[in-house]
């Protein structure tokens, strides 16, 4: 089983949509998780953190569930702008002790006019 | 800020010649990782310091890659000598901590080895 797996997509939504993304991660132990974005042939940039309570950002919402070990990402509203590959982060401890982030393969969101 | 900061942005070269790619992380970010990005394996850890020390470099492919910290400021991978198959997206990314607060990227470095 991979570190961390995503679905690809692509998701084809029209604008002001609601569109879900689940990234599920194999080691219990991972510590951090985030959510990034990443346009076409630019760097990835950090969408947001996901705490185990839940949080929001506008139209994102990211959640953390620890017991069947996957993150979430709600984006409501859906805008022509949000179509970008969206890459979730998780950071396992590795032998050596530090957390260091492992990244998805992303799933990439196309939202049509 | 300037962010992190990658040279050069894009990168030809002849198989058999040897590639450095530059990295100036934030200023007071402890952590500098390295990574290669290709269509098949997406977002690959190479090798990643803490305060200018490689902690893990099992991500490197093989000897023909290097990466040095020599300060805070200032950190290279090199390829020697660099194949096809070396060609990829590479960025470096810095962080506070163990990322609590994320990771920061660079632009990248877009290298096509011909």
């Known amino acids: 089983r991979k570190e961390v797996e995503q679905d690809p997509g692509p998701f084809n939504v029209p604008e002001g949509a609601t569109v879900a993304f689940n990234c599920t991660y194999s080691n219990s132990a991972s510590q951090s998780f985030f959510w990034y974005r990443q346009d076409c042939r630019k760097e990835p940039k950090l969408l947001m953190s996901v705490y185990s309570s839940g949080n929001e950002d506008g139209r994102f919402t990211a959640q953390l569930n620890r017991a069947s070990q996957y993150i979430s990402l709600l984006i409501r509203d859906s805008k022509l702008s949000d179509s970008a590959t969206y890459l979730c982060?998780?950071?396992?401890?590795?032998?050596?002790?530090?957390?260091?982030?492992?990244f998805g393969r992303g799933t990439s969101l196309i939202v049509h006019p | 800020d300037a962010g992190v900061i990658q040279s050069p942005r894009h990168e030809v070269t002849e198989m058999g010649q040897e590639v450095t790619l530059r990295c100036k992380p934030i200023?007071?970010?402890?952590?500098l990782f390295w990574y290669r990005q290709t269509m098949m394996r997406g977002l690959e850890l190479l090798i990643y310091f803490n305060n200018n020390v490689p902690i893990d470099d099992s991500g490197m492919p093989e000897d023909r890659f290097s990466a040095k910290m020599p300060n805070a400021s200032f950190s290279t991978l090199k390829i020697q000598p660099s194949e096809p198959r070396d060609s990829a997206v590479y960025f470096c990314?810095?962080?506070?901590?163990?990322?609590?607060?994320?990771?920061?990227f660079g632009s990248g470095t877009r290298l096509t080895v011909v």
């Open positions: 982060v998780v950071t396992p401890p590795p032998p050596g002790g530090s957390y260091i982030p492992t």
């Open positions: 200023s007071g970010h402890d952590y």
């Open positions: 990314a810095s962080s506070l901590g163990q990322g609590i607060g994320g990771y920061t």
